[in-house]
């Protein structure tokens, strides 16, 4: 079981990014799935959520507007689509699926925004 986030790197203030999360060992298909972020010397903070169900989706004050969360799950795969970025969104940027008792995290994918 296994969760691999990718598509960080280095992105100019008011540049985008797209971050994906592929899942192995398991469909995400019944999993609510979450993007977290930790920014150094902080704690890890909920960017977005997308659930099983409907596809509903929620997400941080901080992003509202700018990020996007979706999920494909014939490619077992989630994504977030990050435009306007700012320096503050500077982090470690996790993929998390859930569901019940069961929680996978994956090893993260570092995202700097800087001129």
């Known amino acids: 079981v296994q969760l691999v986030e990718s598509g960080g790197g280095l992105a100019q203030p008011g540049g985008s990014l797209r971050l994906s999360c592929a899942a192995s060992?398991?469909?995400?298909?019944?999993?609510?799935m979450s993007w977290y972020r930790q920014a150094p010397g902080k704690g890890r903070e909920l960017v977005a959520g997308?659930?099983?169900?409907?596809?509903?989706?929620d997400y941080a004050d901080s992003v509202k507007g700018r990020f996007t969360i979706s999920r494909d799950n014939a490619k077992n795969t989630v994504y977030l689509e990050m435009n306007s970025l700012r320096p503050e969104d500077t982090a470690v940027y996790y993929c998390?699926?859930?569901?019940?008792?069961?929680?996978?995290w994956g090893k993260g994918t570092l995202v700097t925004v800087s001129s």
């Open positions: 998390k699926a859930a569901m019940g008792f069961n929680e996978y």
């Open positions: 997308i659930r099983s169900v409907f596809g509903w989706t």
């Open positions: 060992g398991f469909t995400l298909g019944g999993y609510a």
